[in-house]
């Protein structure tokens, strides 16, 4: 049969059916994903939910949803973003279903403790979290027990399965292992098992490379993993050097897990080859991707004629920094001017919403970092070095964009009057922290002549800063600032001593200041409607507050009725300068909620405002570049275009975002100065004259004291028996150990020690007691 001359190949007319039916394909294949029926995410919950669904795989769910071969990648794209967001769950067999479907399940993120024990804390703002009907205020966190963490790592979100609400069986037969760790009372503990990983926050573990008989495994220097860890394979690292490795098999903690070497970090005694394994464990990044670092190439290093447009000119005034002396990112500044009815303060913040732009490459990757993260020896910047240590940042005697917040106080110290500008500076002076508190006290020490001009403008603002800080604590706000112990290292990264900062006037200069701007511009964008990020910090659960009561009264105070803030207030002026103040404070910080990011205003507990946000650090953390745009409409003189701030819902989910990433940073930071701190004890305990140290005891237990060292806010243990001869005998309602001649140990009581021992894999510091 012969062809007919239309349908032979190469005619107009078989090129015009092919390109019908391609047309076709593409119309059909577009209206199964965004068709009238909503797009694909929501046919797959829309079949999820329908009454008798059973668990069904990829290729099930493709064919009851009748999809075309070429949607098929994208189901499996969608049921990945689905399972990760914790709205699915993947079963036995791959078979998906709702989470809602699973019972008594929990979302949230665990972290392990000593021993392989963890605390789960679920994330409060999960709606299938809220419809469990589980107080999630009272169960803030969940014990989970070593063998009931699954196949998590420290930092993974998980789904936990609750088995009980009550405590433990073990419970009121295990005093030492609660106080061990830090559990609370009976009538909160509510204890899990995890039941499935929902997403890892890295999957990388950090070990030791060994070769035993032509067998080459890792051996995980996080205890709550087995003790081995088989590899694919090898290459390129040696025997006893560090390694990081990444998981790729892993279902039961019966069964040794297996990975692949991500890096070799190097010798263990190499330099920054420990901070190196944090950075990678905890899933941080050091480099900028090449799209971000181009774009942040192509931003001019000067201020342009341009950007001046618009701004209210301050170049001639006198605006400062005050700043750590090691900063290198300077984002915030300051200027005052006495007049008769009280001041005008001027904050000065740089503009980074004019150089980062929504949708940019430097946007996304700032959203993804959420802050930045300073460790022990490096500095992991949200922002590339060109804008963090370069346009952007305040440095003195340069031409910067600021966005800034002038404000009007009364004698008083109350705000009269507020206003929002677009400015340009060009900073006087860069003072660091210690130069501004000598100026305050009136010492001539200072180097630089010129700067002593200066130093009259300095006491005027402490005179404002005072009166904001004496009306904030009469609002109820607590005093929970802490000294600041900075490791030292040497050129090598190896600890050569300690440097502590005390948290004096010059801090609470700039404290004070930066408060009252995050505070006036939360309070304009709240009262304009606008979108935004807030920074939240709930009242504390009573239990938690009961039990913190418990502790001040075993330290000899009568804290009364802490639900009540002046109680708190007034116990923590009581133990103001005691031995035992970090205790308390520690011990009432435990008791508190964590702050967090929302979007919307739900007041702040430890400062006592109402309305707070962060806006004073664009440079390091993302929520203030959000609240700069938002408050952009608001400002003096508005721009023509201005940056498009993200919808509501887009700030709850970056609020839950960065609230995440601000943990993880955390987290990071207190390992790596921890890690160090560590070491230099190890290090200074092989001495000829090793250091020693005031300490007080603030613990009593069978196996001996816990000791916290007041110089260098570091807590360990004195041995029993290790403790000078003598016939010590424990007496635990009094809280003391006392011999028959009179001598005691007693809580609260200090002591001097020296460093015995350090046990570096497990992070714990043995102490001796010096003298008799």
Same mark, same amino acid.
């Given at each position: 049969?012969?062809?007919?001359?239309?349908?032979?190949?190469?005619?107009?007319?078989?090129?015009?059916?092919?390109?019908?039916?391609?047309?076709?394909?593409?119309?059909?294949?577009?209206?199964?994903?965004?068709?009238?029926?909503?797009?694909?995410?929501?046919?797959?919950?829309?079949?999820?939910?329908?009454?008798?669904?059973?668990?069904?795989?990829?290729?099930?769910?493709?064919?009851?949803?009748?999809?075309?071969?070429?949607?098929?990648?994208?189901?499996?794209?969608?049921?990945?973003?689905?399972?990760?967001?914790?709205?699915?769950?993947?079963?036995?067999?791959?078979?998906?279903?709702?989470?809602?479907?699973?019972?008594?399940?929990?979302?949230?993120?665990?972290?392990?403790?000593?021993?392989?024990?963890?605390?789960?804390?679920?994330?409060?703002?999960?709606?299938?979290?809220?419809?469990?009907?589980?107080?999630?205020?009272?169960?803030?966190?969940?014990?989970?027990?070593?063998?009931?963490?699954?196949?998590?790592?420290?930092?993974?979100?998980?789904?936990?399965?609750?088995?009980?609400?009550?405590?433990?069986?073990?419970?009121?037969?295990?005093?030492?292992?609660?106080?061990?760790?830090?559990?609370?009372?009976?009538?909160?503990?509510?204890?899990?098992?995890?039941?499935?990983?929902?997403?890892?926050?890295?999957?990388?573990?950090?070990?030791?490379?060994?070769?035993?008989?032509?067998?080459?495994?890792?051996?995980?220097?996080?205890?709550?993993?087995?003790?081995?860890?088989?590899?694919?394979?090898?290459?390129?690292?040696?025997?006893?050097?560090?390694?990081?490795?990444?998981?790729?098999?892993?279902?039961?903690?019966?069964?040794?897990?297996?990975?692949?070497?991500?890096?070799?970090?190097?010798?263990?005694?190499?330099?920054?080859?420990?901070?190196?394994?944090?950075?990678?464990?905890?899933?941080?990044?050091?480099?900028?991707?090449?799209?971000?670092?181009?774009?942040?190439?192509?931003?001019?290093?000067?201020?342009?004629?341009?950007?001046?447009?618009?701004?209210?000119?301050?170049?001639?005034?006198?605006?400062?920094?005050?700043?750590?002396?090691?900063?290198?990112?300077?984002?915030?500044?300051?200027?005052?001017?006495?007049?008769?009815?009280?001041?005008?303060?001027?904050?000065?913040?740089?503009?980074?919403?004019?150089?980062?732009?929504?949708?940019?490459?430097?946007?996304?990757?700032?959203?993804?970092?959420?802050?930045?993260?300073?460790?022990?020896?490096?500095?992991?910047?949200?922002?590339?070095?060109?804008?963090?240590?370069?346009?952007?940042?305040?440095?003195?005697?340069?031409?910067?964009?600021?966005?800034?917040?002038?404000?009007?106080?009364?004698?008083?110290?109350?705000?009269?009057?507020?206003?929002?500008?677009?400015?340009?500076?060009?900073?006087?002076?860069?003072?660091?922290?210690?130069?501004?508190?000598?100026?305050?006290?009136?010492?001539?020490?200072?180097?630089?002549?010129?700067?002593?001009?200066?130093?009259?403008?300095?006491?005027?603002?402490?005179?404002?800063?005072?009166?904001?800080?004496?009306?904030?604590?009469?609002?109820?706000?607590?005093?929970?600032?802490?000294?600041?112990?900075?490791?030292?290292?040497?050129?090598? %990264? &190896? +600890?050569?001593? @300690? #440097?502590?900062?005390?948290?004096?006037?010059?801090?609470? =200069?700039? *404290?004070?200041?930066? /408060? !009252?701007?995050?505070?006036?511009?939360?309070?304009?964008?709240?009262?304009? %409607? &606008? +979108?935004?990020? @807030? #920074?939240?910090?709930?009242?504390?659960?009573?239990?938690? =507050?009961? *039990?913190?009561?418990? /502790? !001040?009264?075993?330290?000899?105070?009568?804290?009364?009725?802490?639900?009540?803030?002046?109680?708190?207030?007034?116990?923590?002026?009581?133990?103001?300068?005691?031995?035992?103040?970090?205790?308390?404070?520690?011990?009432?910080?435990?008791?508190?909620?964590?702050?967090?990011?929302?979007?919307?205003?739900?007041?702040?507990?430890?400062?006592?405002?109402?309305?707070?946000?962060?806006?004073?650090?664009?440079?390091?953390?993302?929520?203030?570049?959000?609240?700069?745009?938002?408050?952009?409409?608001?400002?003096?003189?508005?721009?023509?275009?201005?940056?498009?701030?993200?919808?509501?819902?887009?700030?709850?989910?970056?609020?839950?975002?960065?609230?995440?990433?601000?943990?993880?940073?955390?987290?990071?930071?207190?390992?790596?100065?921890?890690?160090?701190?560590?070491?230099?004890?190890?290090?200074?305990?092989?001495?000829?004259?090793?250091?020693?140290?005031?300490?007080?005891?603030?613990?009593?237990?069978?196996?001996?004291?816990?000791?916290?060292?007041?110089?260098?806010?570091?807590?360990?243990?004195?041995?029993?028996?290790?403790?000078?001869?003598?016939?010590?005998?424990?007496?635990?309602?009094?809280?003391?150990?006392?011999?028959?001649?009179?001598?005691?140990?007693?809580?609260?009581?200090?002591?001097?020690?020296?460093?015995?021992?350090?046990?570096?894999?497990?992070?714990?510091?043995?102490?001796?007691?010096?003298?008799?």
């Amino acid at each position: 049969m012969s062809i007919p001359s239309w349908a032979r190949p190469g005619s107009d007319a078989t090129q015009f059916l092919w390109a019908f039916r391609i047309a076709a394909r593409a119309s059909t294949i577009q209206s199964l994903v965004m068709g009238e029926g909503g797009g694909l995410r929501e046919k797959v919950l829309e079949l999820m939910r329908r009454p008798g669904y059973r668990p069904r795989n990829k290729g099930e769910l493709a064919r009851d949803l009748e999809l075309h071969s070429d949607l098929r990648v994208d189901l499996r794209t969608e049921l990945a973003v689905l399972e990760r967001e914790g709205v699915i769950v993947r079963g036995k067999k791959s078979r998906y279903r709702l989470r809602e479907q699973e019972g008594n399940l929990l979302s949230g993120i665990l972290r392990f403790q000593s021993k392989g024990a963890a605390w789960f804390y679920p994330d409060p703002r999960d709606p299938a979290n809220l419809a469990s009907g589980i107080d999630l205020e009272r169960f803030s966190r969940i014990y989970v027990g070593a063998r009931k963490t699954s196949v998590a790592l420290d930092g993974d979100q998980v789904a936990l399965r609750i088995e009980r609400l009550g405590p433990p069986v073990w419970w009121k037969h295990a005093k030492h292992k609660r106080a061990s760790l830090e559990l609370p009372g009976a009538e909160d503990q509510a204890s899990g098992r995890v039941e499935r990983i929902l997403q890892r926050r890295s999957g990388v573990v950090v070990g030791t490379l060994m070769e035993r008989k032509g067998f080459v495994y890792v051996q995980p220097a996080d205890e709550s993993l087995p003790p081995t860890i088989e590899l694919e394979n090898a290459e390129g690292g040696k025997s006893g050097q560090m390694v990081a490795v990444r998981l790729l098999e892993w279902d039961s903690r019966q069964v040794t897990p297996r990975g692949e070497i991500a890096e070799v970090l190097g010798w263990p005694d190499e330099p920054g080859v420990d901070i190196r394994g944090i950075i990678l464990r905890h899933g941080l990044h050091e480099e900028f991707p090449g799209e971000v670092e181009e774009e942040a190439g192509e931003i001019p290093s000067s201020v342009l004629p341009e950007g001046l447009e618009g701004r209210a000119d301050w170049r001639e005034e006198l605006v400062i920094t005050i700043d750590p002396a090691d900063a290198r990112d300077f984002d915030d500044a300051i200027w005052l001017r006495e007049h008769e009815q009280g001041w005008e303060l001027a904050v000065h913040i740089a503009d980074v919403a004019h150089y980062v732009k929504p949708g940019t490459a430097l946007d996304r990757e700032a959203r993804e970092r959420g802050n930045s993260t300073y460790l022990v020896d490096r500095v992991l910047p949200m922002l590339p070095e060109a804008l963090s240590n370069g346009i952007c940042s305040l440095v003195p005697g340069e031409d910067r964009l600021t966005c800034c917040v002038v404000m009007r106080f009364d004698g008083k110290g109350k705000m009269t009057q507020v206003r929002f500008e677009k400015a340009v500076i060009r900073s006087k002076f860069r003072l660091t922290y210690e130069e501004a508190q000598n100026m305050l006290e009136g010492k001539r020490d200072v180097d630089d002549p010129s700067r002593r001009g200066i130093a009259g403008t300095l006491r005027e603002c402490w005179k404002l800063a005072k009166l904001l800080r004496q009306r904030r604590f009469v609002q109820g706000a607590l005093d929970l600032e802490f000294p600041e112990i900075r490791v030292e290292l040497d050129e090598s %990264g &190896r +600890p050569a001593g @300690y #440097r502590r900062e005390d948290y004096n006037e010059s801090h609470q =200069l700039i *404290e004070e200041f930066m /408060l !009252a701007a995050n505070e006036a511009v939360a309070r304009a964008v709240k009262n304009a %409607g &606008r +979108p935004g990020i @807030y #920074r939240m910090h709930e009242e504390p659960d009573h239990d938690k =507050l009961f *039990e913190f009561a418990e /502790l !001040a009264r075993a330290h000899g105070y009568e804290p009364g009725d802490l639900v009540n803030k002046k109680h708190i207030q007034s116990l923590l002026r009581e133990c103001r300068g005691q031995p035992e103040e970090h205790a308390i404070k520690v011990g009432l910080l435990k008791s508190l909620k964590r702050a967090s990011y929302r979007e919307e205003p739900l007041g702040h507990y430890g400062l006592s405002k109402t309305d707070y946000c962060h806006f004073t650090s664009p440079i390091r953390r993302y929520a203030d570049l959000i609240m700069h745009r938002a408050l952009e409409p608001l400002l003096e003189s508005p721009p023509t275009h201005p940056s498009r701030a993200p919808a509501q819902v887009q700030c709850a989910e970056i609020s839950n975002h960065i609230s995440t990433t601000e943990r993880t940073s955390a987290s990071a930071e207190t390992e790596s100065h921890r890690l160090k701190m560590l070491e230099w004890l190890h290090l200074s305990a092989h001495d000829a004259n090793p250091p020693v140290f005031e300490a007080v005891i603030t613990d009593v237990r069978r196996i001996g004291l816990m000791v916290e060292a007041l110089e260098i806010l570091q807590r360990g243990l004195v041995k029993r028996d290790e403790f000078p001869a003598g016939d010590w005998r424990l007496e635990s309602h009094r809280m003391r150990y006392a011999t028959m001649q009179g001598a005691e140990l007693t809580l609260g009581q200090v002591v001097v020690v020296r460093v015995a021992r350090v046990n570096m894999e497990r992070q714990l510091v043995d102490f001796l007691l010096v003298g008799e």
